[in-house]
């Protein structure tokens, strides 16, 4: 089945140390999206990536790295210079501009 | 800058109530509108997506309508059973935006009653 597989699903690190968060497709999707989860916040957008070797800042880059070397996969990186990386994560991809949003399941990362 | 809201942030109602759940925004210039469902600690999972030129998309027991003027949505949810509850929420892509950002709201957390 075809899907987004986010790994691991639970991260725990100490602070000022950098981690990174996997997200890999396999919708044959060119655009892919990595979004904050906090209560009561909603969700906020990292950055986004609408096409191989190209990503762009969301609204809450700092802090964050990402990089987009094949179609399937779309990693981000927690520096530690996120202030507050205690969160839910969310990877997402599409096909285009009228097309629905697909999700995976999320990585619940604790800082400590 | 455009906001969404929902509201309640919390429903509770007895199983087989019919029931609609709002959202708003506050710029009416929208190039769709998704719902989605998230189940606690899971990812979202799209529901019903609404192009502009769309006034309703309908799926099973789920039927969401847009009113951009008003720059409304509704999903209504027929005959509420209790695998349907979960925080719904939703999301809408900006009309001049190319890069297929959505804004969500903050959802509505609904639980039915047995």
């Known amino acids: 089945d075809g899907g987004i597989t986010q790994s691991p699903k639970y991260l725990f690190r100490k602070e000022g140390q950098n981690v990174t968060l996997s997200c890999e497709q396999n919708l044959n999707h060119d655009a892919m999206y990595w979004y904050r989860q906090d209560p009561g916040q909603g969700l906020r957008l990292i950055y986004y990536?609408?096409?191989?070797?190209?990503?762009q800042k969301g609204d809450i880059a700092e802090g964050y790295s990402v990089s987009r070397e094949k179609k399937e996969s779309f990693p981000l990186t927690v520096t530690s210079a996120q202030k507050n990386p205690t969160a839910f994560y969310l990877c997402a991809s599409t096909w285009g501009r009228d097309s629905p949003l697909h999700f995976g399941n999320g990585t619940r990362l604790t800082v400590t | 800058k455009q906001e969404v809201t929902q509201i309640p942030a919390a429903l509770s109602v007895p199983e087989g109530e019919n029931l609609v759940l709002n959202c708003s925004f506050t710029d009416s210039a929208i190039y769709n509108l998704q719902w989605f469902r998230q189940d606690p600690g899971k990812g979202l999972t799209s529901l019903l997506l609404?192009?502009?030129?769309?006034r309703e998309q309908t799926s099973g027991r789920l039927n969401a309508s847009l009113d951009k003027s008003s720059g409304r949505s509704t999903l209504y949810i027929a005959a509420s059973q209790p695998g349907d509850s979960a925080t719904y929420l939703c999301a809408v892509k900006e009309g001049s935006s190319n890069t297929g950002k959505l804004i969500f709201g903050q959802g509505t957390t609904l639980q039915v009653k047995p």
């Open positions: 609404i192009q502009s030129s769309q």
């Open positions: 990536s609408q096409i191989v070797n190209d990503f």
